[in-house]
């Protein structure tokens, strides 16, 4: 099995290891200490006793078995390291990463070019309702506070009915919150009408009704106090509607005076339209960088560790090499030290050859 990470560091841009296979290292050492003691020594002795290789030889022909060992253990390390294939997968995840960066390239430029027209259009908005809208937010809170007065006004007088409490809070609470969203939209529903007619005609029916729901209301809120021996004869129920229509009519012209009119609304909503969609956009924008940088990342980093195992082959190859020529070196001192003739063989001077290579660089 590999161990591939032995040393880790850890920059902002990209993961760094180094890679090494200790127990193939191991088992490396274990092999050429068995060919030096068991082949090289040995040999040295047996052609030392014959004096051989004779002085006149000029080519090695007596090692070649110490050749064959370590020539067999390089293969071996080859296929233990693997280091060829990463060639071909640096070359087919480059392919990939280029593929998605290309597609995520492409999105990003039309989602930028979108950036940009949008960007014009938030710029032609008129955003100088901003300000006002903001102001109106602020007096919503006082058109909160009349709903709230009107709610529990409301809420004695279902009680006086027979209602229970939570009813009657519950129906009070749904009659305020129709009071404030009426006031809301009062003059939009008053534009409906076609004519100055129709518009006074729509007028006069929403202030009638909101009228008879209240004096009925009142009706039950005089009712109690009528049973109250403090109140004498009791209290009419238009003070009661009087109260209720005070509350209505005060939202509705707060309303009037200070809200949006539906040509601002309309102004105001297509400036906030455009401004989410630019948000949107500027999100997405940076979401398509960010998946742009990770594969750029996940490349170098799957590139890099590829070229650490080629780099690690190579360091496998030179290991096996200096194993090579240590043995080499052992068979000429051995040989040379129980030769009778005390001649060295002129080939003993030349360089040791270098074994078969499996590691091709890493220029691919």
């Known amino acids: 099995m590999k161990t591939k990470v032995n040393n880790k560091a850890v920059d902002s841009n990209i993961t760094i290891f180094r890679y090494r296979v200790e127990a193939l290292e191991n088992k490396l050492t274990e092999e050429h200490e068995v060919i030096?003691?068991?082949?090289?020594?040995?040999?040295?002795?047996?052609?030392?006793?014959?004096?051989?290789?004779?002085?006149?030889?000029?080519?090695?022909?007596?090692?070649?078995?110490?050749?064959?060992?370590?020539?067999?253990?390089?293969?071996?390390?080859?296929?233990?390291?693997?280091?060829?294939?990463?060639?071909?997968?640096?070359?087919?995840?480059?392919?990939?990463?280029?593929?998605?960066?290309?597609?995520?390239?492409?999105?990003?430029?039309?989602?930028?070019?979108?950036?940009?027209?949008?960007?014009?259009?938030?710029?032609?908005?008129?955003?100088?309702?901003?300000?006002?809208?903001?102001?109106?937010?602020?007096?919503?809170?006082?058109?909160?506070?009349?709903?709230?007065?009107?709610?529990?006004?409301?809420?004695?007088?279902?009680?006086?009915?027979?209602?229970?409490?939570?009813?009657?809070?519950?129906?009070?609470?749904?009659?305020?919150?129709?009071?404030?969203?009426?006031?809301?939209?009062?003059?939009?529903?008053?534009?409906?009408?076609?004519?100055?007619?129709?518009?006074?005609?729509?007028?006069?029916?929403?202030?009638?009704?909101?009228?008879?729901?209240?004096?009925?209301?009142?009706?039950?809120?005089?009712?109690?106090?009528?049973?109250?021996?403090?109140?004498?004869?009791?209290?009419h129920p238009i003070y009661f509607t009087a109260l209720n229509m005070f509350f209505a009519i005060t939202a509705s012209l707060v309303v009037y005076f200070n809200g949006l009119k539906k040509h601002e609304k309309k102004i105001l909503d297509q400036y906030k339209l455009t401004k989410e969609a630019l948000q949107q956009l500027e999100a997405e924008i940076k979401a398509l960088k960010e998946q742009i940088q990770k594969v750029r990342k996940t490349q170098a980093e799957s590139e890099l560790a590829r070229r650490q195992i080629q780099i690690y082959a190579h360091d496998i190859q030179e290991l096996v090499q200096k194993f090579f020529e240590e043995s080499q070196k052992t068979f000429y001192s051995t040989n040379l030290i129980h030769r009778s003739d005390g001649k060295t063989p002129k080939f003993f001077e030349d360089d040791i050859p270098q074994l078969p290579s499996f590691y091709k660089g890493l220029d691919i």
């Open 36 to 235: 030096k003691n068991d082949i090289a020594i040995p040999l040295g002795k047996d052609l030392a006793a014959m004096n051989k290789p004779e002085f006149e030889c000029t080519k090695d022909v007596y090692s070649g078995v110490i050749n064959g060992a370590y020539a067999k253990m390089m293969q071996g390390a080859k296929k233990e390291v693997q280091s060829e294939i990463e060639s071909y997968h640096i070359i087919s995840e480059k392919e990939e990463a280029d593929k998605q960066l290309e597609e995520f390239s492409k999105e990003l430029e039309l989602k930028e070019t979108d950036h940009r027209i949008k960007k014009r259009e938030l710029d032609k908005c008129d955003n100088s309702l901003l300000k006002k809208a903001k102001r109106y937010g602020w007096i919503r809170f006082f058109l909160v506070f009349l709903i709230f007065i009107d709610l529990f006004v409301t809420s004695i007088a279902l009680q006086s009915m027979g209602y229970s409490l939570i009813v009657s809070y519950g129906i009070g609470l749904a009659i305020g919150v129709g009071i404030f969203f009426l006031a809301e939209n009062l003059p939009e529903i008053i534009a409906k009408g076609q004519t100055p007619m129709q518009r006074r005609l729509i007028t006069l029916a929403i202030f009638s009704g909101l009228f008879i729901l209240f004096y009925v209301l009142g009706i039950f809120r005089s009712e109690s106090f009528s049973e109250n021996d403090e109140f004498g004869s009791g209290v």
